[in-house]
């Protein structure tokens, strides 16, 4: 049985470094926390990173920068949702200067005037030997290229420029029907929002925030979520603070 790598923060079917994630319905919470002590998983590291000619060229996988694109619209108005506890993990935040549970919010997308496109090719890296070929785990290649992204909320608590961000695509999985959609998962320095947790213990979440995003192929649908963390005094915490 194949399985796939399936962190317990994300609500979309996203990607981390190369690893396929879990559906809404396969998710298992919004938040959670870590703590010492816990076995090791395996890991994808990246084997291999080609630059290729130019955005119509199929890489291994398929896939080809002129799909990426297309598929990234230039602006999107839409509504943010904040989710401020989570009553799977216990864990509550506050957002300082939001109003309600939801904000309008403008995003924008920009590539640079001549985008470079890359093929990754990433590896499972098993950290213990003797649980090799236990279960089998995959890490999915992609195509890859950057763009701006440019994030402001009606409210006020998040105004935002984020520049090159990678946005990758993975293979599509014909056995299942599955297309893959363009994707970005990255972990970046983002002043905006504040976020505070308060359950289980009061502090500041980081100023890395992690920003996800999911470009459906109709050119005006994102899905996407903020995931913020913090280091407690014995625990790791994280929680999915907004979607849209």
Known sequence: ?????????????LFVAGCDHPSADESSGS???????????????????????????????????????ATVPESLHTSLH???????????????????????????????????????????????????????????????????????????????NLTGLKVGLNPDDPETDYVAKPLIYQTVAMTTPVVNFLQPEALPA???KTIVMEFDFDGVSVDGAIIVHAEGSSATYEHLVARW
Request: with cysteine.
């Open 1 to 13: 049985m194949n399985t796939v790598f399936r962190p317990v923060v994300l609500l979309l079917p």
């Open 31 to 69: 938040g959670g926390m870590t703590t010492g002590g816990h076995v090791q998983s395996p890991t994808c590291e990246l084997a291999s990173r080609t630059e290729l000619a130019d955005e119509n060229v199929v890489a291994p996988n398929g896939q080809t920068g002129a799909k990426i694109l």
């Open 82 to 160: 904040w989710d401020f506890s989570s009553l799977v993990t216990g864990v509550e935040v506050e957002v300082p200067g939001s109003i309600g549970l939801s904000s309008v919010l403008d995003l924008s997308f920009s590539f640079p005037s001549e985008p470079r496109f890359y093929f990754e090719d990433w590896m499972v890296v098993y950290p213990d030997a003797d649980n090799h070929g236990q279960v089998a785990y995959e890490c999915l290649d992609m195509v890859t290229t950057t763009l701006d992204v440019n994030m402001v909320t009606e409210d006020g608590t998040i105004s935002l």
């Open 206 to 208: 980081s100023t890395d």
